[in-house]
């Protein structure tokens, strides 16, 4: 769930509202839907927050997308590629053109998509607004030249994040896990597929027209404008947009059918860590199964679990603990991590772990504790609309896997109908021996 600041007049409304405690409407706002001829599809949300509007562009492109081998990367890649400018804009004037309007920009690709956001204030620099976001993703332009330069940035980038031992550990645990599905590789890409990115401009162009296309994009505007104008721009300005027409096909991961193991040397001192990792399923809002891991996740290895109490504060063999079951398009890993104190613990908290999924497959959970945790889901995320690009951020995010803003009160519907006797079904689905990933880190040996 995102967090966001947000005003005490804000926390007030959002604590007594009626409308808001009811989860089968967790988000409150009105919203619009609208989609052009050429599949780009268009969420507006007007809100009553004066003079700030949230601009997010929801491309659906992420590590996901990247199923050719070799060709690793590249929708990073285009994260650079998209602060360059184009023939009518350079990278200069749009900056000076942000810096004008007091606007704030950024971006980031996940797995599954790469969202770029502009945040300003003002109805009247609405239409600039759209008019150079849509010149920016219709007219990318870049030489190879260019691509080259920016693959160096790339590997300079990749080889700053290897130098964490958490990135390298995670990178470990997808290359191990996965067999076929593009998940095996993180959306910094592999490194060998890094250094030959200069080589690849004719297959970066086929990339943009595949993926940087109406038909693979979502625009959420939210904020203080007028709904039928801004449509107007919209129109004016992406209605010329050619769609792609593409199908991406993900390869189809195989079922594990033994366990696996793999260890990472440090080459310096570090402390020891591990992560346990089991093919989960693909976000639902439809069934149940993912609502019901989040829950159990939160219930039996947070910071109020008895495991976490026990291995991190009474016995202290844990630095950290915790439960990561993130939600993606295709089907993902449910993991469990920890960094230990002393390397000599690592076989234990491993043995502890996996106790506590064995016991949570034959003893019920807290029918209380979990109405707790329901709730605290709840109210985290009511926490996180208080601002404008609170409430752009947090749907942006939904938005991206099902391109419906209503998912959001769909998945938070599934979470009340969660027993106990679904969170003891699916341990018993999903956290099989024979399912599982187990990676270790130690350094400082080669000292």
């Not at 050429?38 to 509007?53: A, E, W």
């Not at 804009?89 to 053109?97: K, W």
């Not at 949570?360 to 996180?384: H, P, Q, W």
Request: proline residues 4%; glycine residues 6%.
């Amino acid at each position: 769930m995102h967090k966001y600041l947000f005003s005490t007049l804000g926390l007030l409304l959002l604590l007594f509202s009626p409308i808001i405690l009811q989860a089968s409407e967790i988000f409150p706002y009105d919203y619009k839907v609208v989609e052009l001829e050429n599949g780009f599809k268009v969420v507006s949300i007007p809100l009553p927050n004066p003079n700030i509007i949230s601009y997010y562009t929801i491309v659906r492109s992420g590590s996901r997308n990247e199923v050719e081998p070799g060709k690793s990367g590249f929708a990073h890649f285009f994260e650079h590629m998209m602060f360059k400018g184009t023939e009518n804009m350079s990278p200069e004037e749009y900056d000076n053109f942000l810096s004008e309007i007091g606007a704030g920009t950024n971006a980031y690709t996940t797995d599954d998509y790469t969202c770029y956001y502009v945040v300003f204030a003002g109805r009247e620099n609405l239409e600039s607004v759209v008019k150079a976001e849509a010149d920016r993703f219709i007219n990318l332009f870049y030489d190879e030249e260019m691509l080259k330069t920016e693959a160096t940035v790339i590997e300079g980038e990749y080889y700053a994040s290897v130098s964490s031992p958490t990135r390298r550990l995670f990178e470990l645990l997808r290359d191990t896990a996965y067999e076929k599905h593009s998940y095996k590789h993180t959306t910094l890409g592999y490194l060998e597929d890094i250094l030959d990115m200069p080589n690849q401009f004719e297959y970066s162009q086929l990339y943009k027209k595949r993926f940087y296309a109406p038909d693979n994009a979502i625009l959420l505007v939210a904020g203080d404008f007028d709904h039928d104008q801004m449509m107007a721009y919209v129109n004016q300005y992406y209605g010329g947009w050619q769609k792609s027409d593409y199908t991406l096909v993900t390869p189809e991961e195989p079922a594990q059918t033994q366990p696996k193991r793999a260890h990472y040397d440090w080459p310096t001192r570090t402390l020891p860590m591990l992560v346990i990792g089991f093919h989960g399923p693909a976000y639902s809002d439809e069934n149940i199964d993912k609502a019901a891991l989040d829950l159990m996740a939160e219930i039996a290895f947070s910071r109020s679990s008895e495991l976490y109490q026990r291995l991190v504060i009474e016995e202290q063999k844990c630095q950290s603990l915790g439960a990561s079951f993130a939600d993606r398009r295709d089907p993902y890993l449910l993991t469990f991590n920890s960094v230990v104190k002393n390397e000599k613990d690592l076989a234990y908290v491993e043995e502890e772990i996996l106790k506590e999924l064995e016991r949570l497959k034959t003893k019920s959970v807290s029918e209380a504790k979990l109405a707790d945790i329901k709730s605290n889901l709840k109210y985290s995320f009511a926490n996180s609309l208080g601002t404008t690009d609170g409430v752009a951020g947090s749907l942006a995010f939904y938005i991206s896997l099902t391109t419906d803003p209503g998912s959001v009160n769909k998945m938070f519907q599934l979470f009340e109908k969660v027993t106990p006797q679904d969170i003891m079904a699916m341990a018993n689905k999903y956290f099989k021996k024979s399912n599982s990933t187990v990676v270790t880190l130690t350094g400082g040996k080669s000292q």
